[in-house]
């Protein structure tokens, strides 16, 4: 699943083949599959929208997240991700990710507020496996993995550190990073300009 700032969603193979486009409309920036339904993060104004995979079309659910995160115009909400009950959205202005639990009729309980371990702003991209958020920071051509002190009651990041205390963070080639996906040991990361780079073979913990 790939979304646009033109309010396209598509829906594609790993080879790049069965390509189906749907229009939702927006500037949306980030997608996230949960229990059988995408959550599509849509940027100024903030918010998180539920979509149906059978069929493209918006559930009417929708989560306003203005009044706890909010940026300058392309600076707001770019990356989302889903751990453990909670959705973890970035802000691009500042770097910072926030923690919202979500409920049916646009209910929305803020639970935290995480800023970056690295002291980085322009995050562009979070995806959450076994454990680790892997989250790539645009304008540092950057993908660091990280760890949270505790999934029921977030604080705060922890850089994750590999065997010989090197931090587990990557310069990326291209520029201009807009997503990221992880599958097995493969990681996908999206480009503005549409194309998309792989690594196979990617460290993982």
Known sequence: WVVSDEGHLWSMELSGSNKTSYFLGGDL??????????YVGVENPDGILEVDPST??????????????DGATNQGLEALT??????????????????????PGGVVD??????????????????????????????SNRLTM?????????TGF???????????EYELQGSNQE?????????????????IY???NFPTL
């Open 29 to 38: 920036e980030a997608v996230t599959a949960v229990d059988g339904y995408l």
């Open 56 to 69: 493209g079309l918006e559930t009417g659910e929708s989560w306003d997240l203005t009044p706890y995160m």
């Open 82 to 103: 889903y751990a453990e009950g909670y959705f973890y959205a970035g802000l691009q202005a500042d770097g910072h990710v926030f923690v919202f639990e979500l409920s």
């Open 110 to 139: 803020s639970v935290a507020e995480l800023v970056s371990v690295l002291g980085y702003t322009d995050i562009s991209g979070l995806h959450f496996a076994q454990g680790v958020f892997y989250a790539i920071y645009d304008g």
């Open 146 to 154: 990280m760890e949270v002190d505790d999934l029921d009651n977030p």
């Open 158 to 168: 922890t850089l994750l550190q590999a065997s010989d205390d090197t931090n587990l």
């Open 179 to 195: 997503g990221i996906a992880f599958d097995g040991s493969t990681v996908y990361i999206a480009e503005d300009s549409g194309d």
């Open 198 to 200: 792989y690594y196979d």
